[in-house]
Each structure stands twice: as structure tokens, then as C-alpha cells.
T-cell receptor, first 115, second 117 residues
Framework: AQKVTQAQTEISVVEKEDVTLDCVYETRDTTYYLFWYKQPPSGELVFLIRRNSFDEQNEISGRYSWNFQKSTSSFNFTITASQVVDSAVYFCALSEAVTGNQFYFGTGTSLTVIP | GAGVSQSPRYKVAKRGQDVALRCDPISGHVSLFWYQQALGQGPEFLTYFQNEAQLDKSGLPSDRFFAERPEGSVSTLKIQRTQQEDSAVYLC???????????????FGPGTRLTVL
């Protein structure tokens, strides 16, 4: 079973629009971590945020914000006032306490910001 | 910057050839991971090293895949008798954490794109 689901395959927005990328996860662990990574065309995965399962506070970092809701097993990512440089593939990932060696990645959401 | 580096960046192999992919982790990083990323998919875990010890190889898809990290720094992923389904980007990641643990922030290299003809 897919542990991390990113239902949005591709999203296009016009520059300065806000956009939300959805992430739904599945785990039986009570201790787990959620991540978002950005993959620009150059290919490397760039770490954006880590959130542990005991901290449901939303987080804001500049134009980026994250909404973690355990009740719906979601960890959504919003970019405010999008810019062309935000164009990339964004991956949500899960790391569990039981199988802590690896990340379970979603299939990614390709974001295109149109100038 | 001294990030994770991988070489070669691109590799084309004929079916049946052996290939070796290299990963240079960030200096001092204890943990090293290999992932396979097929086109249009998220990365999938292959194997994990803590220093020179391969502690988890549960993600290696077949016995044609072999990874080593003999001195606890540079790692090599070897694929024997390559098949077309091996075509993917192979990503290496490292972290400073003494153990893998959940929540470890992994820093990724740019990947090696392998194409098997």
C-alpha cells in the first residue's frame, strides 16, 4: 500500500498566485516524521521541512507554510505569491520509527509557475 | 559547496553490461543511503550504510544489485548484467546522524541517470 499519496500530478499557476500541494500519508506508528523536498530540474532533492508526529503546529517560513493535520493524515504545503523559481517537482515523504532507515516518498507534484 | 557528489552524472549502458555508480558523501557524514527514482516516480529506498556497515539492503531489487562502502566514506552501487528496467536516476544521500533513526534529514546528491539500451 502506498504510504504517501500526492494526488496532484501537475499544477500550473500564474506568478504571484498562491498554490497548495496536497500530501496524505498512512502509518500505524505513533512516532513518525514528515518531510517536504523540492527537486528542481538539476535533479538533486532539496530539503524544505521536517515535522514530527507530536507537533501539529503549523509552520511558516517566508512564502512557504505547512499545515499538518493528524485527524486527516495530511501534511499540505502552501506557497504564497508563487515565483517562477518555485517551478520544480515537490515530494512529500514519511519516515517511521519502526522502519527508520528509509523514507517513503510520494510520487511528487510537478509545479509550473507561469510568468 | 561541499555537498554530496555523484559520478557519472549520466551513464548509457547496453543491456547485459555491468555498471558502477559512485557517491561521495558530505565529509563526516556517518549515514549513507541509495535510492532509485524511475521516471515520473518518487525515489525508492535501496540500501543504507552506517560507516562501512551495510545495515539495510532490503530495497535492492535483485541480486544483480550490490553496494559497498569499504572505508566508510565513498560508496559504489554496482549493477550487474543491466536490464532495461534498471533505467532510472540513482540518488545518493548522506546524513550526519550516528544512526538512521526516524526524522534524520538526508542531504541528496544530484543523481546518476542510467539508461539501459
Amino acid at each position: 500500500a502506498q504510504k504517501v499519496t500526492q494526488a496532484q500530478t501537475e499544477i500550473s499557476v500564474v506568478e504571484k498566485e498562491d498554490v497548495t500541494l496536497d500530501c496524505v500519508y498512512e502509518t500505524r506508528d505513533t512516532t513518525y516524521y514528515l518531510f517536504w523536498y523540492k527537486q528542481p530540474p538539476s535533479g538533486e532533492l532539496v530539503f524544505l521541512i521536517r515535522r514530527n508526529s507530536f507537533d501539529e503546529q503549523n509552520e511558516i517560513s517566508g512564502r512557504y507554510s505547512w499545515n499538518f493535520q493528524k485527524s486527516t493524515s495530511s501534511f499540505n504545503f502552501t506557497i504564497t505569491a508563487s515565483q517562477v523559481v518555485d517551478s520544480a517537482v515537490y515530494f512529500c515523504a514519511l519516515s517511521e520509527a519502526v522502519t527508520g532507515n528509509q523514507f517513503y516518498f510520494g510520487t511528487g507534484t510537478s509545479l509550473t509557475v507561469i510568468p | 559547496g561541499a555537498g554530496v557528489s555523484q559520478s557519472p552524472r549520466y551513464k548509457v549502458a547496453k543491456r547485459g553490461q555491468d555498471v558502477a555508480l559512485r557517491c561521495d558523501p558530505i565529509s563526516g557524514h556517518v549515514s549513507l543511503f541509495w535510492y532509485q527514482q524511475a521516471l515520473g516516480q518518487g525515489p525508492e529506498f535501496l540500501t543504507y550504510f552506517q560507516n562501512e556497515a551495510q545495515l539495510d539492503k532490503s530495497g535492492l531489487p535483485s541480486d544483480r544489485f550490490f553496494a559497498e562502502r569499504p572505508e566508510g566514506s565513498v560508496s559504489t552501487l554496482k549493477i550487474q548484467r543491466t536490464q532495461q528496467e534498471d533505467s532510472a536516476v540513482y540518488l545518493c544521500a548522506s546524513s550526519f546522524s550516528l544512526g538512521p533513526g526516524p526524522g534524520t534529514v538526508e542531504e541528496f546528491g544530484p543523481g546518476t541517470r542510467l539508461t539501459v539500451l
